[in-house]
């Protein structure tokens, strides 16, 4: 069993950062750790990976550049780095966990979610 618990969203104009984390707990060396987000209306979409060895990590198109993804072992803690913001990077933002096995990107291989956390870019 895993738990997740984001935290760090808020309101920030564009061009400005954030930074979410995930502190995970339970055996979570296993899975592959990562952000997905959603918007209103739209579907979760992948936005960025990471092993617990640091690499390798991928990211969306959407954010490459602007966003980097890392993970402190010693506090089983993976962050969000977000930079550049855009008003479109508006949405919930999910930790999850996603099984060695299989796909880091779809939505319906992730085995844990975290409770999510809203970002709000405006312009």
């Known amino acids: 069993q895993v738990q997740l618990v984001d935290s760090g969203g808020g309101l920030v104009q564009a061009g400005g950062s954030l930074r979410l984390s995930c502190a995970a707990s339970g055996r979570t060396f296993s899975y592959l750790m990562g952000w997905f987000r959603q918007a209103p209306g739209k579907e979760r979409e992948f936005v960025a990976t990471i092993s617990w060895s640091g690499s390798p990590t991928y990211f969306a198109d959407s954010v490459k550049g602007r966003f980097t993804i890392s993970r402190d072992r010693t506090k089983n803690t993976v962050y969000l780095q977000m930079n550049y913001l855009k008003p479109e990077d508006t949405a919930a933002y999910y930790c999850?966990?996603?099984?060695?096995?299989?796909?880091?990107?779809?939505?319906?291989?992730?085995?844990?979610w975290g409770q999510g956390t809203q970002v709000t870019v405006s312009s």
């Open positions: 999850a966990a996603t099984p060695l096995s299989r796909n880091y990107c779809y939505s319906d291989d992730v085995a844990y």
